[in-house]
């Protein structure tokens, strides 16, 4: 196999690259507890760990044989995020094409297993850990977080498991609507996360959707690409730089519990640059007027702010054009499920930052990978 050294051969293979995936997502999934994440000696661990593993990776992209346009997209890419991460200190991007590349025209059902693997692993030790020190009358009464610091963590991790695990059992067909009920019910009583809860129904709802409109011939994906992330980063910025004017912005301020609140004051403070710029994440505001508020401790809370704010400007411009591929390939090869996946993060990360972790937005694989479906001749790409 190309760029690994195979272990084992069979239907289901485990070779050196499928290690060093499940490495990486195992040390970066034990980093979300909150016990590893006060930890200096594991911060100092896991820091050596991810060094090793992107030293590995490095070798694995000098032997991978791609075509030139492949090689050129490859560099041109990693330099521009390479460029970005020196101004910003943040290599969530860069990160994230070195994977996508590192994986091209692997199996994204293998991808998709081993995360899979090592994120179970990750939460069964969440949960035991949780059990440990598990505060019952604290917990009940404002959600369970057990091993994860925090009651929505516990809530998307919950999701992040449900949409990933149908990701790789199915491709067309939708998760039986009492399934997804379910689950979202555990979610809502268990962590009380409402976030997490509405993801699980919309990822249900959306394949349910694509199944039925992919099959009619005015299906417009190609529009529903162009303008998925594009009107996200753009509503995300419309609205923080409104905040203060407009009653119908305070309004969904409301809606969704002040986080534009949140990202009007990191764009009042800060200035969008080309490649972007190393911000204060945290800052203390002693009383707000419009929200009626006082001693507030703030946070860049959505994935998009920290693109513009962070990132800066020609990164956000990569990653939407990344996006945009993307979404043009799942449309093409037919796969409503990874689709509907797609849109769900893509949405959430208006609300949660985390989402330029190429684990957490896991369809972005897709990208590189190939669908064997398609390979086969089982779904024919539309001409």
Not at 147 to 168: D, E
């Amino acid at each position: 196999m190309q760029g690994s050294f195979q272990i084992k051969k069979n239907h289901s293979k485990v070779d050196f690259l499928s290690i060093v995936i499940f490495v990486f997502a195992f040390v970066s999934f034990m980093g979300k507890l909150s016990l590893m994440s006060d930890s200096h000696f594991y911060e100092m661990g896991s820091s050596f760990i991810t060094m090793m593993v992107y030293v590995t990776i490095f070798f694995i992209l000098l032997k991978k044989k791609m075509p030139s346009i492949q090689v050129i997209c490859f560099i041109l890419l990693s330099s521009l995020f390479l460029v970005g991460y020196f101004f910003s200190e943040m290599s969530a991007l860069f990160q994230m094409c070195v994977w996508m590349f590192a994986m091209y025209k692997r199996d994204y059902k293998d991808i998709f297993k081993i995360i899979f693997g090592a994120s179970i692993i990750v939460f069964i030790i969440g949960v035991i850990l949780g059990l440990i020190t598990l505060n019952l009358s604290i917990e009940i009464t404002n959600g369970f977080y057990l091993g994860f610091g925090h009651k929505n963590q516990l809530g998307f991790y919950i999701a992040y498991l449900f949409i990933l695990y149908n990701c790789f059992t199915r491709k067309t067909d939708c998760p039986k609507f009492i399934e997804s009920f379910i689950y979202s019910l555990f979610i809502l009583f268990f962590t009380q996360s409402r976030t997490a809860t509405i993801s699980v129904l919309a990822f249900y709802l959306l394949v349910k959707i694509f199944d039925k409109r992919m099959k009619k011939v005015h299906f417009n994906g190609k529009l529903l690409a162009v303008l998925l992330v594009p009107f996200l980063i753009a509503f995300t910025y419309i609205t923080a730089i409104n905040f203060t004017t407009s009653g119908f912005v305070q309004l969904l301020n409301r809606f969704f519990n002040n986080r534009i609140f949140l990202n009007w004051y990191a764009f009042d403070k800060n200035k969008i640059s080309l490649f972007g710029q190393n911000i204060q994440m945290h800052n203390h505001i002693d009383y707000n007027e419009i929200i009626q508020q006082g001693n507030i401790n703030t946070t860049i809370d959505g994935t998009y702010t920290i693109i513009l704010l962070v990132m800066g400007l020609i990164p956000t411009i990569l990653y939407i054009v990344i996006y945009i591929f993307l979404i043009l390939k799942e449309y093409r090869n037919k796969n409503n499920v990874i689709l509907a996946a797609t849109i769900t993060l893509a949405i959430y990360a208006f609300m949660e930052t985390g989402f330029t972790n190429i684990l957490l937005n896991f369809p972005l694989f897709y990208l590189t990978a190939y669908d064997p479906c398609v390979e086969k001749g089982v779904i024919q790409y539309e001409q």
